[in-house]
């Protein structure tokens, strides 16, 4: 009886083991539905690196140079780099993927797919039917075969990624007839305009507050009339408290009543304006900020390009 409890116990615990490498498998496993697409969420982010196999320092160069293929040639780019899809083949991920999204400008159909499977040891290179005289099938298994074969045998994903794409943009910038992008144009446009009506609106504020203060200064208390000019001013600094005291006197042009304002000075603060400067800067000249998401133009595929193993 011991004998047989202690079997039974045995394949329950094998039985939970398949059981989580299961799931685990699963869970690493992806889908043209469940592929996280960052471009959606930021204009500028066109690699999707859910499991984290290209470094950070690769997403930032391949965001760089498609961004800027966008921006000069309209091509709207989707490069993958995952573990494991569903079914293993790239090629026919890649086309439900373009399905799927419309990935690249309708008007000149001019999408890319770029999928990487390192887990099951495959990848595509998939163009949009207006991209398929500039990438044809045998340009496409060309940069495969010199540019991103000799790095995925060594198992250095950013370089393949890397090479791939620098041979791409290349051949990209060979092509007059493909037109540039105008949506970038536009958001710096549109940046240059909420820059200006925040500058107008800040200045309008800051005359505004000017003006009050000037005004409540030149109220006579005495004879109800704004007549108060200042007539004499000085300060008196202390050290040992950081303080400097301003001494401020003012006489009414016409009553003559005089009175004394002063007020406090920290002779140690110098970031106001520096601090408003950063913020200006951070809020519209870049920085951290997220962009606004970006939107798929409804290309399509008619199965140009190129796939593999390695």
Known sequence: MALTHRLNMKKCLL???????????AAATYTPDNLPIPYLQDKRQYVSNPDGILSQTAVD????WLGQMEKSHGVQTVLAVVEHIEGGDTYDFSMALGRKYGIGRKDQNSGLIILLSTGDRAYTILTGRGLEGTLPDAICKRIENRQMLPALREGDWDDAMLQTVRAITAYVDGDDSLVGSSDFEEDDAYAL???CLFMAVALGLIGLAVWYDNRRKSYCPSCKQYKMKKISSYATTNRS??????HDTYRCTHCYFTKEIHWDEDIHSHGGSAAAGSALGGSFFG?????GGGSFGGGSFGGGGASGRF
């Open 15 to 25: 039985s939970l083991l398949a059981l989580l490498l299961t799931v685990a498998v």
């Open 241 to 246: 408290l950081g303080i400097r005291t301003h």
């Open 287 to 291: 920085g951290g900020s997220s962009f």
């Open 61 to 64: 160069s391949l965001n760089l």
């Open 193 to 195: 305009m909420a820059f």
